[in-house]
C-alpha cells in the first residue's frame, strides 16, 4: 500500500481520462487514483478492466453535479489534485441536444470548483502548496480558423460556435474566475482533436472504423475538407501530467501535435489501412458517402503548442501515420469492446443523427 495523496480524476471511464488513468498507474511507483464518474453513455467501466485488484484505482460511479458526494471525496481522500476531464464532449449531440452540455460542462465545472475552494481552504503547510485543480478543455473555445490564418495560441480570443464548445468556453471562464477572485490554484489545456484505443464510436475516427468493418457508408460531412489537428490521445496524456507537474499556477496551456489533415483525407487513410490490414473484395473508399453538414460546422481548428514547449519541455511522441496504424489495429483487435457500445442506445443515436443527413452530391474529386 501507498501513502502518497491520490489524484482525483473525473470522467476517467471515458476515453481521455480512461486512457490517462491506465497511464498513471502503468507507473509501479504512481499515486493512487480516485475516479468519479457518472458511467454515462460514453462512459465504460470497461475501459479500465485490467486494473481489477489494483487497490490504487477507485471507480466511484457518480455525478459531478452532486455536491455532497464531492465534498465527501475531497474530505475523505483527501486529493493533491482534482484532473478534470468529465464532460459531455460530442458537437452533433451538442447540436441535437444542448441541456445536458450545460448542466455538466457548466454547471458541474461550476459545483467541482466551489467543493475545491472549500477544500483548499481547510489546507495548509506543503498539502495546501501542492494542491491543483487542472482543467481539461479543448481548442474549440478559440473558433474557427480561415485556412491562412496562424493556428490558436493562448491569447486568441475565444468565439465558441457550438453548444458544446460554447459550454466548455464557460467553464474555462469560470476555472479562470476562481484563480483571480479566490486565489484556487489552477491549471487550463486546451487541447486540438484526440485519437486512439477507447474512443467511443460517434467521433470521426472510430465512427469510420465501426462502419467500414459493418460495410455501412462512412459519412463524411459537407465536402470533407474541415481541417482537424490530430493529437494521439497518450500524448495529450503525457502533456497533462506534464502540465500538473511543470505547469504555472493560474496559466493556460495549449496541447496540439501540429498535424492538420482534412476530414476526407482521414478517411481515406483509415481506408487504406484496412485495405492492407483487413482486405476485402471491394476498397473500403467505396463505402465514402458526402452527406448534409454539421451545421455551424467549423472550418479549421489548429494548435500553435509553443508555449508548453518551450515552457515545459513537452513534445508529442508519436506521428499521426503510426498514430493511426496504432488505432486501427487497436479496434481490429477489440472487436468485443466496440461490440459492447454499439449496443441498443448506440443505434438509436445513429439513427437520430444521420437519418435526415441525405447523401450529398458527389465530392469524390475533391482534393484532400
Ligand atoms: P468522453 O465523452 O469520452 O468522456 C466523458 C466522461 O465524462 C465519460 O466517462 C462520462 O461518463 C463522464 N461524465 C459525463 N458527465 C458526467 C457527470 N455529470 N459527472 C461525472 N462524470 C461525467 O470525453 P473525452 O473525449 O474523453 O473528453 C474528455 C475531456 O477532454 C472533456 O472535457 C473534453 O471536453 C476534453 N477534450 C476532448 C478532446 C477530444 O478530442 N476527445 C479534445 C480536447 C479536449
Ligand atoms: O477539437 C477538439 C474537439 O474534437 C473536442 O473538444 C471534442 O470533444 C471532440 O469530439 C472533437 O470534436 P470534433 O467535432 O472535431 O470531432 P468529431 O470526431 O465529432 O468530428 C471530427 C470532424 O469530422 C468534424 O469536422 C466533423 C467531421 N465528421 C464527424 C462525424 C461524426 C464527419 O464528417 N462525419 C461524421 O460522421
Request: glycine content about 6%; some cysteine.
Amino acid at each position: 500500500m501507498t501513502t502518497q495523496s491520490p489524484l482525483l480524476v473525473t470522467g476517467g471511464a471515458g476515453f481521455i481520462g480512461s486512457n490517462f488513468v491506465l497511464r498513471h498507474l502503468r507507473n509501479a511507483a504512481a499515486a493512487p487514483m480516485v475516479n468519479l464518474d457518472a458511467l454515462t453513455y460514453a462512459g465504460n467501466p470497461h475501459n479500465l478492466d485490467s486494473l481489477a485488484g489494483d487497490a490504487r484505482h477507485t471507480l466511484v460511479h457518480g455525478d459531478i453535479l452532486d455536491r455532497e458526494l464531492v465534498r465527501s471525496l475531497l474530505t475523505t481522500h483527501r486529493p493533491r489534485a482534482i484532473v478534470h476531464f468529465a464532460a459531455e464532449s460530442h458537437v452533433d449531440r451538442s447540436i441535437l441536444g444542448p441541456g445536458a452540455f450545460l448542466k455538466t460542462n457548466i454547471d458541474g465545472t461550476f459545483n467541482l470548483l466551489e467543493c475545491a475552494r472549500e477544500h483548499y481552504a481547510t489546507l495548509d503547510g506543503a498539502e495546501r502548496d501542492a494542491f491543483r485543480f487542472l482543467h481539461v478543455s479543448t481548442d474549440e473555445v478559440y473558433g474557427t480558423l480561415q485556412p491562412d490564418e496562424p493556428a490558436f495560441h493562448e491569447d486568441t480570443p475565444f468565439a465558441p460556435n457550438s453548444p458544446y464548445a460554447a459550454s466548455k468556453a464557460a467553464s474555462d471562464h469560470l476555472v479562470r474566475a476562481w484563480t483571480h477572485t479566490y486565489g484556487l490554484p489552477t491549471l487550463i489545456t486546451n487541447c486540438s482533436n484526440n485519437y486512439g484505443p477507447f474512443q467511443f464510436p460517434e467521433k470521426l475516427i472510430p465512427l469510420v472504423l465501426s462502419n467500414a468493418l459493418n460495410g455501412k457508408p462512412l459519412p463524411v460531412y459537407g465536402d470533407g475538407l474541415q481541417v482537424r489537428d490530430w493529437l494521439f490521445v497518450e500524448d495529450h496524456c503525457s502533456a497533462i501530467e506534464t502540465v500538473l507537474a511543470k505547469g504555472r499556477l493560474g496559466e493556460t496551456y495549449n496541447i496540439g501535435g501540429n498535424n492538420q489533415q482534412t476530414n476526407i483525407s482521414v478517411v481515406r487513410t483509415i481506408c487504406t489501412l484496412l485495405d492492407e490490414l483487413r482486405p476485402k473484395a471491394t476498397a473500403y473508399a467505396d463505402q465514402i458517402t458526402y452527406v448534409t453538414d454539421r451545421p455551424g460546422h467549423d472550418r479549421r481548428y489548429a494548435i500553435d503548442a509553443r508555449k508548453i514547449q518551450r515552457e515545459l519541455e513537452w513534445f508529442p511522441a508519436q506521428d499521426f501515420v503510426n498514430g493511426l496504424r496504432l488505432t486501427v489495429e487497436w479496434y481490429l483487435n477489440n472487436q468485443p469492446w466496440v461490440q459492447n457500445v454499439t449496443s441498443g442506445a448506440y443505434r438509436e443515436w445513429m439513427d437520430k443523427n444521420y437519418s435526415d443527413r441525405t447523401a450529398t452530391s458527389d465530392h469524390k474529386g475533391v482534393t484532400a
